[in-house]
Structures are given as structure tokens and as C-alpha cells.
């Protein structure tokens, strides 16, 4: 079946710096969704892209939907303590209303 | 706040036991989805209703089953719990369950089976 592969699996960063994460496929995806969960809730749905090509942006965060439609990546730009949790890409499988979800990235910054 | 409820927060409960988790969507949304989270397998897609109907089956237990009743709420019924049913559980609702539609998450229900 169709896999994301997200990397890296973590990350440790100071506070201010710039974080890049991104997400992979083997197949093809019609839309990319990245979602942040903090300790003990559920994933909040961040940014949505439906475009090969698509460059969004909300707030400090920004996301590129790949060319080739195989992959996608997230930048967080002037990372705060806030920013802390797991970050994980999914996209419906194809010809699916089914969301896949990669392994996700665990992002902690450093004060 | 997503508008996606979930109860209860916490479950523990025995190997062998039968539970019910419960979950309201966002007003207005007519299909839920559960998810099952655990550290190994990352969040795994369970089951979609739109509607009262089952729309999307994915890696459910033969053990678990699920509805969503006129009202849209929908429950999770896990039995003959095991200790490796221990996960978080998700619930999720969007507006129509269309393919790539954004889904809402719920805050979870953590169930521990001892």
C-alpha cells in the first residue's frame, strides 16, 4: 500500500532557528496535509495544499506541495518553545477517502 | 478547539472487557472517522460513517465495530480487549467525506487494557 516516509523522525533545535522537514511517497498525491500534535491531544490540521507546485504559508510556517506530486516539505522559520510536538504529513490514498499518515517528526526547541 | 468531542478522556479497563468510546463531530459535519494511535504503528485509519452508513473500512479488528446514529455521533466498540488494543483513539469528522477533504480531530480517548 501506498507508505509516506517522513524525515527526519526528530529533531532537537534552538530556539529562533529554522526547522525543514519533509515527507515522501512512492505514489502519487492529489493533496498533502501536514497536522501538528502537542502531548495528549489530536493533530491540528496546519496547512493543506491541493496543487503540484503550491506554495502556502501560515504565519511562520510554509509548505510546498513537490512538482512530481511524490513529496512535500514543511519550514518553520524563527522556531519558538511553542513549536514543540510531532508534525506528521497524510494524504488520501488514491481513489480513497482514506487519510495514510507518515510516522510523524518530533520537534523539540531549546530555549 | 476543533468542535470534535470525545469521551471519555482516560479508559482503563481489563483484558477480556468490552468498551464504548463516543464521538461528536463539528456541527454540521456529516462524516466521522476513528483512528487508532500507538507508539509502533504511528495513527492508523479505522473506519469512515457519512451519514449513518459505513463509507470506508481500513485496518478495523474483527473485535471492534462502530456506528454513527442519526443524531451524527458516532461510538466505537471495542471487545475481548487484549493488552495490545492499548492506543490512543481518534476521532475525526469533515463535511461531506470527500476524497482530500480536511479532517478535524477530537482530543482522543487514551485506553489502557491490563
Known amino acids: 500500500g501506498q507508505q509516506l516516509n517522513q524525515s527526519p523522525q526528530s529533531m532537537f533545535i534552538q530556539e529562533g532557528e529554522d526547522v525543514s522537514m519533509n515527507c515522501t511517497s512512492s505514489?502519487?498525491?492529489?493533496?498533502w496535509l501536514w497536522y501538528k500534535q502537542d502531548p495528549g491531544e489530536g493533530p491540528v490540521l496546519l496547512i493543506a495544499?491541493?496543487?503540484?507546485?503550491e506554495l502556502t504559508s501560515n504565519g511562520r510556517l510554509t509548505a510546498q506541495f513537490g512538482i512530481t506530486r511524490k513529496d512535500s516539505f514543511l519550514n518553520i522559520s524563527a522556531s519558538i518553545p511553542s513549536d514543540v510536538g510531532i508534525y506528521f504529513c497524510?494524504?488520501?490514498?488514491?481513489?480513497?477517502?482514506?487519510?495514510?499518515f507518515g510516522k510523524g517528526t518530533k520537534l523539540s526547541v531549546i530555549p | 478547539d476543533s468542535g470534535v468531542t470525545q469521551t471519555p478522556k482516560h479508559l482503563i479497563t481489563a483484558t477480556g472487557q468490552r468498551v464504548t468510546l463516543r464521538c461528536s463531530p463539528r456541527?454540521?459535519?456529516?462524516?466521522v472517522y476513528w483512528y487508532q494511535q500507538s507508539l509502533d504503528q504511528g495513527l492508523q485509519f479505522l473506519i469512515q460513517?457519512?451519514?449513518?452508513?459505513?463509507?470506508a473500512k481500513g485496518n478495523i479488528l474483527e473485535r471492534f465495530s462502530a456506528q454513527q446514529f442519526p443524531d451524527l455521533h458516532s461510538e466505537l466498540n471495542l471487545s475481548s480487549l487484549e493488552l495490545g488494543d492499548s492506543a490512543l483513539y481518534f476521532c475525526?469528522?469533515?463535511?461531506?467525506?470527500?476524497?482530500?477533504?480536511?479532517?478535524?480531530f477530537g482530543p482522543g480517548t487514551r485506553l489502557l487494557v491490563l
Open positions: 456541527s454540521g459535519d456529516l462524516s
Open positions: 475525526a469528522s469533515s463535511p461531506s467525506g470527500g476524497e482530500g477533504e480536511t479532517q478535524y
Open positions: 460513517y457519512y451519514n449513518g452508513e459505513e463509507r
Open positions: 505514489s502519487i498525491f492529489n493533496t
Open positions: 497524510a494524504g488520501p490514498r488514491a481513489g480513497s477517502y482514506q487519510l495514510t
Open positions: 495544499l491541493y496543487k503540484a507546485g
